[in-house]
């Protein structure tokens, strides 16, 4: 893993954020060009995550280990900041994963509609 993916990694966990908790990490702050690139960067990414429901199937395994985790009795924080936690963690991972091209994000209904097929 470089430094890249961990940046990347840290910017994923939040669109308005991203940049402070990777300051907090020990990341030098970038200049406004750069800074601007990677804020777009982070959100197109986020809204392709949206569009192909990446997000809510993230989002949706969150809430289950959320569910076993109170029925275990194993939830230390409220279950809804665990749910937000576990969802912009994961989000990160498929990011990440992404990037390293070990899993394919389909765009195709996306940019192409239903009709595509």
């Known amino acids: 893993m470089t ?5 990347n990694f840290y910017l994923m966990l939040s669109v308005p954020d991203g940049q402070s908790y990777a300051e907090t990490m020990g990341f030098s702050p970038p200049s ?3 800074r601007e690139v990677e804020y777009a960067d982070i959100l197109s990414r986020w809204g392709v995550f949206l569009a192909t429901e990446v997000y809510n199937e993230i989002l949706e ?3 289950w280990f959320a569910d076993f985790l109170e029925k275990s009795d194993k939830l230390v924080s409220p ?3 665990i ?3 576990l969802t912009v963690f ?5 990011n990440k ?7 394919l994000i389909m765009l195709d209904d996306v940019l192409y509609g239903e009709e595509y097929e």
Not at 3 to 7: F, L, N
Not at 90 to 94: F, Q, S, T
Not at 97 to 103: G, H, M, N, Q, S
């Open 83 to 85: 749910t937000s936690v």
């Open 97 to 103: 994963l992404a990037e390293a091209e070990k899993v």
């Open 79 to 81: 279950k809804d900041e």
């Open 32 to 34: 406004e060009d750069v």
């Open 61 to 63: 395994g969150a809430n």
């Open 3 to 7: 430094d890249i993916d961990r940046r």
């Open 90 to 94: 994961g989000m990160a991972v498929v």
